[in-house]
């Protein structure tokens, strides 16, 4: 974000350097039950990005002394694979990485039964094996399908979307490049049911009409996510026949 | 259960759930509205609509019967790991032998398996669990398999015909726990049979004409045996 160069990111037709619409999303491909060891799992391929979820519990919650009386407690653990950008990276929690970690545990727990389970702890290990730009949102995507999997009482399947501004122009699902040398970045976590918001940052800065455009545009492409969702994880079961 | 191998009709959590009745186990309700909480299959029952969950940890409810695993042993008690998100504590005074104090060790020791019976639960999701019934007593040699909870109805049948064949054609004494975990005891033929059969019954639970599919299977097998 806000490197300066002199990249043009949206060609003269209106194109983007590959080859999309403002509002159009990379491919996208979920896979539900990957895991034979976890309660519920989900692995997600989103233009570039190779996203691996795993859901283990409800189960008793340890150290003790974070358990909840009434509730359960929902950890979400983040992480980048060292072999998933260009420069190796550090393994283990980076300050990034924790963030993401606390932001995304936040908003899974606004969408699932929490008060079913009290003194328990639901884990969620979101491990980033390929990333290209919108981890985040995609680990969303794919933790709620692995949560659904497990078999965990949830109000909505919660979707993760990006948008962004490039150029001045308001776009879907920003990719590597846009990411570094665009003006703004806004993931989201939409809850497509009922329309609300579980997730919103911005990198960069955008007007008032601009965030609002943006808002809207990732509220549209949740929409098609999330019948992407409902298509992974009815077909774990109907293949079986 | 008719004919046809169709599958039932599977809902997300958050699907809007068109068939009328009154809101039971596994759906919530927003602006008079009818959700479903899991992903499962739509069941209505006395007017009660209910989504049955494809997956997910058991619950315990008192009454059931459940087989679990010593995994700690204290002076007083044993902990036992029933698959549900909590340990449940097996006091000596719910055992049907004389249990001196420090001595639970030469009783069940870790690692053990036992039949027991949820005697209560509480709202925090405490669970004590009890062997003082006829029927209940410590599992020796066998076999144990783990199932889907949810599963465990159909592993069951209607009115217990699908186990019932199973131990017909098979010979295996079988005891199957609400919590999913099943014991399997008799030749070593017949252990492998069952633990085919439920897991055929397991990926196919959401599946119509399945006790037809479970006997042609267990003849087919029944007719390697005999050479045949």
């Known amino acids: ?80 694979a060292p072999f998933s950008v260009d420069e190796r990276k550090r393994p283990g929690p980076d300050r990034r990485a924790v963030e993401l970690s606390k932001v995304i545990s936040e908003a899974l727990e606004s969408v699932i039964f929490v008060e079913k389970y009290p003194r328990t702890s639901i884990d969620v290990y979101i491990e980033v094996l390929q990333a290209d730009a919108g981890t985040r949102v995609a680990g969303i995507t794919a933790a709620s399908l692995a949560l659904a999997d497990a078999g965990i009482p949830m109000r909505d399947l919660i979707v993760g979307c990006a948008a962004g501004k490039i150029d001045g122009v308001v776009v879907l699902d920003l990719n590597k490049e846009e990411d570094n040398y665009g003006e703004a970045d806004v993931p989201m976590a939409i809850l497509p049911r009922t329309r609300e918001i579980a997730l919103l940052q911005m990198d960069g800065d955008m007007t008032y009409e601009e965030l609002t455009g943006a808002i809207e545009m990732a509220m549209e492409a949740a929409q098609t996510i999330h019948k992407m969702q409902i298509e992974a994880l009815k077909r774990k079961y109907v293949e079986v026949e | ?125 405490q ?45 295996c004494r079988i005891y199957v726990g609400q919590n999913g975990m099943i014991w399997i005891s008799g030749s070593p033929e017949g252990i492998i049979t069952v633990i085919k059969a439920i897991r055929m019954i397991e990926s196919e639970a959401h599946t119509y004409g399945l006790t037809d599919r479970i006997k042609a299977f267990l003849e087919e097998e029944r007719g390697e045996e005999h050479g045949n």
């Open chain 1, 1 to 80: 974000m806000g490197i300066k160069s002199d990249i043009r990111l949206i060609d003269d037709n209106g194109l983007r350097i590959d080859g999309r619409l403002p509002n159009q999303l990379r491919p996208i491909k979920m896979e539900v039950g990957v895991l034979d060891r976890a309660d519920g799992s989900a692995y997600i391929e989103w233009g570039g990005n190779k996203i691996m979820a795993a859901v283990y519990g409800p189960r008793e919650a340890y150290p003790k002394h974070v358990q909840e009386a009434e509730k359960a407690i929902i950890r979400a653990r983040y992480s980048m």
């Open chain 2, 1 to 125: 259960m008719n004919e046809k191998r169709g599958v039932r009709k599977i809902v997300v959590p958050g699907e809007l759930i068109k068939e009328m009745g009154k809101p039971g186990n596994g759906v919530f309700v927003e602006n008079g509205k009818m959700y479903s909480a899991y992903l499962g299959v739509v069941e209505i029952r006395a007017g009660y609509v209910n989504v049955i969950p494809l997956s997910g940890c058991y619950v315990p409810k008192k009454g059931d019967k459940v087989i679990g695993k010593i995994i700690d042993i204290a002076p007083m008690n044993w902990v036992v790991d029933i698959n549900a998100p909590y340990y449940a504590p097996l006091h000596v005074n719910d055992v049907p032998w004389h249990v001196d104090f420090g001595y639970t060790a030469r009783y069940l020791s870790i690692g053990d398996v036992i039949l027991a019976k949820v005697s209560n639960v509480n709202e925090l999701g």
């Open chain 2, 127 to 171: 669970v004590w669990i009890t062997m003082k019934e006829q029927g209940l007593r410590k599992l020796e040699g066998g076999h144990i398999i783990q199932i889907s909870p949810f599963k465990v109805p159909r592993v069951i049948g209607k009115g217990g015909s699908m186990i019932q064949m199973l131990k017909e054609y098979t010979g």
